[in-house]
């Protein structure tokens, strides 16, 4: 189906994201912190990111500024997971912890959705 870039600096978190995205059928890649989701995503440009705020080395919001500044990844959307919407202003949408697996999905698949409409 879809390449999705989970970004979390808690491997929890993660296994929870990839468990809910690959029943759904897609591709999951998976990144520590920011900077090393950044590099992932210029190698093997995924159809979505879903990345936590708060994270060490390189958070949520300095990624998705990064994001945007590139002009080969600004289309790509951007779920933010956290516990605080203030800081993920810049997202294309937001998920607030704590989330149940079928709001992930419903997020993913609208994003999904918008990022096929543009292409």
């Given at each position: 189906m879809c390449t999705?870039?989970?970004v979390?600096?808690?491997?929890?978190?993660?296994f929870l994201m990839r468990l809910i995205l690959q029943k759904a059928g897609h591709d999951v890649v998976e990144a520590i912190h920011g900077a090393a989701a950044l590099e992932s995503?210029?190698?093997a440009v995924p159809d979505l990111i879903i990345t936590?705020?708060?994270?060490?080395v390189?958070?949520?919001a300095?990624?998705?500024r990064h994001l945007h500044a590139d002009p080969a990844l600004a289309k790509i959307p951007i779920l933010?997971?956290?516990a605080d919407p203030q800081f993920a202003e810049a997202a294309?949408?937001?998920?607030?912890?704590?989330?149940?697996p079928n709001q992930v999905m419903a997020a993913a698949n609208a994003l999904l959705a918008m990022r096929s409409e543009q292409t």
């Open positions: 999705i870039l989970v979390d600096d808690e491997p929890d978190m993660r995503a210029r190698q936590d705020m708060m994270m060490p390189m958070g949520g300095e990624l998705i933010a997971v956290t294309d949408a937001v998920l607030t912890k704590p989330y149940q």
